[in-house]
C-alpha cells in the first residue's frame, strides 16, 4: 500500500539551529512528494515539493531532496526561526492527482 | 485572491442530527477533496472529486457524504453524526494539472456530543 511516516515530534529548537525533520515512505509506483506546513488556526499550506527522484524543492530556506533509494524525503533548514514554528507535514500523490497520502505531522517549537 | 472557504468554521451539534459542511472555491480548479485531521493520525482523505458529477471515496468515508453539482461547490455531509466524526475538516482544491498545488480552506471544528 501507500504510506507515509514522519519522525514523531514535538521538535524543540533555539532559534538559529538546524532542522531536519524525517520522512519515509511506502508508495506503488513513482510519486512526487510534498511538504506541507500548518500554522496554529490556519489550514495546510504548500511548502515544496519534487515530483521525481533526485529532485531538489526548495522554499523559504528549507529544502528536501526525492531520494529513491531511501524512499526519503527529509525538510532540512540551516537556521530556524521562531516564526517557522508550526506543523510539518510530508505527503506523497501518485498518478491519480487527488489522492494524497499524508504523514502523522511533527510539530516544530522554535525558541528565542 | 485565490480562495478555498468552509462554513461554518466551528460547529458543536448532538447525534443523529444531519448537518452540511460547506465548501467553494474561486479558481475552477477540477480536483476537490475533503479531509480530516486527528491527534496523531495527519490528514486523511475521505472523499474526493475530479470534476461535477464525479466523486469517489477516500480512505476514511463511512459515515460521510458528497455532492459535486456545480464546479465551485463540494459540500461535505453527515447524515447521522456521531461523537467519532468529531474532528477538523478541510476542504482542498488542486487543478487538473499534474504540478498544480493544492489549496486548503481554512478547517471547521466539529464537535459531535
Known amino acids: 500500500g501507500n504510506s507515509v511516516t514522519q519522525m514523531e515530534g514535538p521538535v524543540t529548537l533555539s532559534e538559529e539551529a538546524f532542522l531536519t525533520i524525517n520522512c519515509t515512505y511506502t508508495?506503488?509506483?513513482?510519486?512526487?512528494l510534498f511538504w506541507y506546513v500548518q500554522y496554529p488556526g490556519e489550514g495546510l499550506q504548500l511548502l515544496l515539493k519534487a515530483t521525481k527522484a533526485d529532485d531538489k524543492g526548495s522554499n523559504k530556506g528549507f529544502e528536501a531532496t526525492y531520494r529513491k533509494e531511501t524512499t526519503s524525503f527529509h525538510l532540512e533548514k540551516g537556521s530556524v526561526q521562531v516564526s517557522d514554528s508550526a506543523v510539518y507535514f510530508c505527503a506523497l500523490n501518485l498518478y491519480n492527482f487527488n489522492k494524497f497520502y499524508f504523514g502523522s505531522g511533527t510539530k516544530l517549537n522554535v525558541k528565542p | 485572491e485565490a480562495q478555498v472557504t468552509q462554513n461554518p468554521r466551528y460547529l458543536i451539534t448532538v447525534t443523529g442530527k444531519k448537518l452540511t459542511v460547506t465548501c467553494s472555491q474561486n479558481m475552477n480548479h477540477e480536483y476537490m477533496s475533503w479531509y480530516r485531521q486527528d491527534p496523531g493520525l495527519g490528514l486523511r482523505q475521505i472523499y474526493y472529486?475530479?470534476?461535477?458529477?464525479?466523486?469517489d471515496k477516500g480512505d476514511v468515508p463511512e459515515g460521510y457524504k458528497v455532492s459535486r453539482k456545480e464546479k465551485r461547490n463540494f459540500p461535505l455531509i453527515l447524515e447521522s453524526p456521531s461523537p467519532n466524526q468529531t474532528s477538523l475538516y478541510f476542504c482542498?482544491?488542486?487543478?487538473?494539472?499534474?504540478?498544480?498545488?493544492?489549496?486548503f480552506g481554512p478547517g471547521t471544528r466539529l464537535t459531535v456530543l
Open positions: 508508495a506503488t509506483g513513482y510519486p512526487s
Open positions: 482542498a482544491s488542486r487543478g487538473a494539472g499534474g504540478k498544480d498545488t493544492q489549496y
Open positions: 472529486s475530479m470534476n461535477v458529477e464525479v466523486t
